[in-house]
């Protein structure tokens, strides 16, 4: 006899994007592979881990930053197309990708993640650096490293602007690896400055104040000069314009601007003030398609945590609606902030609830290895955070990672 479960019709669930919200979906609905069939979608080969990608800048390795999502994929029956999502025809039901790829889908979940905004500033896009994907971390880096080869020197000043977590991050571990850097290539006695600009009064702007204050204090006990409230006005080739002054570098890394991913407007999603993609309680932009993460106007989008949590939720009530079960309605949950500021020291807003220093970092340590668990079996997270701890720590020993 057919049992029930066999009754039931598999659903062709298509989604798209190979960052947290995107693989942990795909991770989560392959559980239940007699309801569905899944396909995941991604432009890149590699899950990229954001969370690192400043240690990849400053010393770190790709494998820190970065895993095949093959390897993820492995196993559990989800099928990977590497592609870039282009349009959409909503009648037959069917997602065009580049290069000449088209996937027909029952559900579709849309986690794209968002791309770099310059917001128009002149000379931004043209002569700064990024630290947004491992090929703007590695650029970085080989930039870091070729200015002493060539110039026999680094540069005398190095600009940040952003003074959001990765600004913050990236500001915090610079000296230290330029310092090694200067080491490696037998220069010394030379003094390097890093400026971080961010155009709010304080850094961490959607954070308590208090929080911002004492990363504040924590980056000028580094040597960061900090210029805040100041707003970037242009870029040249050899200095940062901010509010009237110059600022002379040939370094200077943007790490301010982001903006939803341009798929969204080009088809015609709804738009929310913000810019995010509007979705009703059950993370549904229109009937059958769903967005989750950075792309969705939900009140915590825009972090890891949030990602993972969608994802959940939404494996969870496509699972239920393939039953005929009751689902749930969408409550966002708060992410715990984690922002380190140079070696062992971080700060900590878990509700009301804020630490800073030693304890701060170990606890990133600890968010690390949850997030890795979230996308692999536990001992391959095990090896993936204890590889990225080892290279940590050897950044900021000046070991010998380059």
């Known amino acids: 006899m057919i049992s029930e479960m066999e009754k039931i019709q598999k659903q062709h669930i298509v989604i798209v994007g190979g960052g947290f919200g995107g693989v942990k979906?795909?991770?989560?609905?392959?559980?239940?592979?007699?309801?569905?069939?899944?396909?995941?979608?991604?432009?890149?080969?590699?899950?990229?881990?954001?969370?690192?990608?400043?240690?990849?800048?400053?010393?770190?390795?790709?494998?820190?930053?970065?895993?095949?999502?093959?390897?993820?994929?492995?196993?559990?029956?989800?099928?990977?197309?590497?592609?870039?999502?282009?349009?959409l025809d909503r009648a037959t039901k069917t997602l065009v990708l580049s290069p000449d790829k088209s996937l027909q889908y029952d559900k579709l979940v849309m986690a794209l993640g968002v791309v770099t905004n310059y917001f128009g500033i002149p000379g931004l896009q043209e002569f700064s650096y990024g630290v947004k994907s491992i090929g703007e971390a590695e650029e970085l880096k080989r930039h870091l490293h070729q200015q002493v080869v060539d110039e026999g020197k680094?540069?005398?000043?190095?600009?940040?602007?952003?003074?959001?977590?990765?600004?913050?991050?990236?500001?915090?571990?610079?000296?230290?690896?330029?310092?090694?850097?200067?080491?490696?290539?037998?220069?010394s006695g030379r003094r390097v400055h890093i400026d971080l600009v961010e155009g709010n009064k304080h850094l961490m702007p959607r954070m308590p104040k208090s929080v911002g204050i004492a990363i504040e204090r924590r980056l000028r006990r580094l040597g960061v000069t900090l210029y805040l409230g100041k707003a970037v006005e242009g870029e040249t080739a050899d200095a940062l314009n901010?509010?009237?002054?110059?600022?002379?570098?040939?370094?200077?890394?943007?790490?301010?601007?982001?903006?939803?991913?341009?798929?969204?407007?080009?088809?015609?999603?709804?738009?929310?003030?913000?810019?995010?993609?509007?979705?009703?309680?059950?993370?549904?932009?229109?009937?059958?398609?769903?967005?989750?993460?950075?792309?969705?106007?939900?009140?915590?989008?825009?972090?890891?945590?949030?990602?993972?949590?969608?994802?959940?939720?939404?494996?969870?009530?496509?699972?239920?609606?393939?039953?005929?079960?009751?689902?749930?309605?969408?409550?966002?949950?708060?992410?715990?902030?984690?922002?380190?500021?140079?070696p062992q020291w971080a700060a900590v807003e878990w509700g009301n609830v804020h630490l800073y220093g030693k304890l701060g970092w170990f606890l990133r340590e600890a968010g690390d290895f949850v997030a890795f668990t979230d996308i692999e079996s536990i001992p391959h997270a095990a090896m993936q955070w204890a590889h990225a701890l080892q290279e940590q720590h050897l950044c900021e020993a000046c070991g010998s990672v380059a």
């Open 25 to 87: 979906t795909a991770l989560e609905l392959a559980k239940h592979h007699q309801l569905f069939d899944v396909t995941l979608v991604s432009d890149r080969p590699d899950f990229w881990y954001f969370p690192t990608l400043y240690h990849t800048a400053t010393g770190g390795t790709r494998a820190q930053s970065s895993i095949p999502i093959a390897s993820l994929l492995k196993n559990t029956g989800v099928t990977f197309v590497e592609g870039k999502a282009v349009s």
């Open 154 to 187: 680094p540069d005398l000043n190095y600009v940040v602007v952003g003074g959001g977590a990765t600004g913050i991050e990236l500001a915090g571990a610079l000296g230290k690896y330029l310092q090694f850097i200067m080491k490696q290539h037998g220069v």
């Open 242 to 342: 901010i509010s009237g002054k110059a600022l002379r570098s040939h370094t200077v890394i943007w790490t301010a601007g982001q903006a939803n991913n341009p798929f969204f407007t080009d088809n015609n999603f709804p738009s929310s003030p913000r810019h995010k993609v509007v979705v009703d309680e059950f993370l549904r932009a229109e009937k059958d398609i769903f967005v989750i993460g950075d792309n969705a106007e939900t009140t915590f989008s825009g972090m890891a945590q949030t990602a993972i949590y969608d994802a959940e939720f939404v494996a969870h009530n496509l699972v239920k609606e393939a039953e005929n079960e009751p689902k749930l309605a969408y409550r966002p949950k708060k992410p715990v902030y984690v922002t380190p500021a140079g």
